[in-house]
């Protein structure tokens, strides 16, 4: 049985930085993708990041060039650094992981979840 994490969360002014961090228990993890999906309120799940167990990383659209995402393999954690924080970017956060993954931006793809983490950006 696969344990997700999550840490991190807070609250934060506009143009601020935080990071998440994911530590995953139950398992070994070598061949283990994992990724983060946040949902604001009265909006679907959306995906925001990932890192594919070859290393790959892949980013929605809306982060880019501000989000960040990383993995210490020792640790079985996955980090999310957030930078130039937007009032948009407020959502539960949550970590996703699978052993099986196809198309990496599902979040139907991923069997593990943890249990979110707030983040609050104010303007």
């Known amino acids: 049985q696969v344990q997700l994490v999550e840490s991190g969360g807070g609250l934060v002014q506009a143009g601020g930085s935080l990071r998440l961090s994911c530590a995953a228990s139950?398992?070994?993890?070598?061949?283990?993708?994992m990724g983060w999906f946040r949902q604001a309120p009265g909006k679907e799940r959306q995906f925001v990041a990932a890192?594919?167990?070859?290393?790959?990383?892949y980013y929605a659209d809306s982060v880019k060039e501000r989000f960040t995402i990383s993995r210490d393999t020792a640790k079985n954690t996955v980090y999310l650094q957030m930078n130039s924080l937007k009032p948009e970017d407020t959502a539960v956060y949550y970590c996703?992981?699978?052993?099986?993954?196809?198309?990496?931006?599902?979040?139907?793809?991923?069997?593990?979840w943890g249990q979110g983490t707030q983040v609050t950006v104010s303007s």
């Open positions: 996703a992981g699978s052993f099986t993954i196809r198309t990496i931006r599902l979040a139907n793809e991923y069997n593990d």
């Open positions: 139950g398992r070994t993890f070598t061949s283990y993708t």
């Open positions: 890192m594919h167990w070859i290393g790959m990383t």
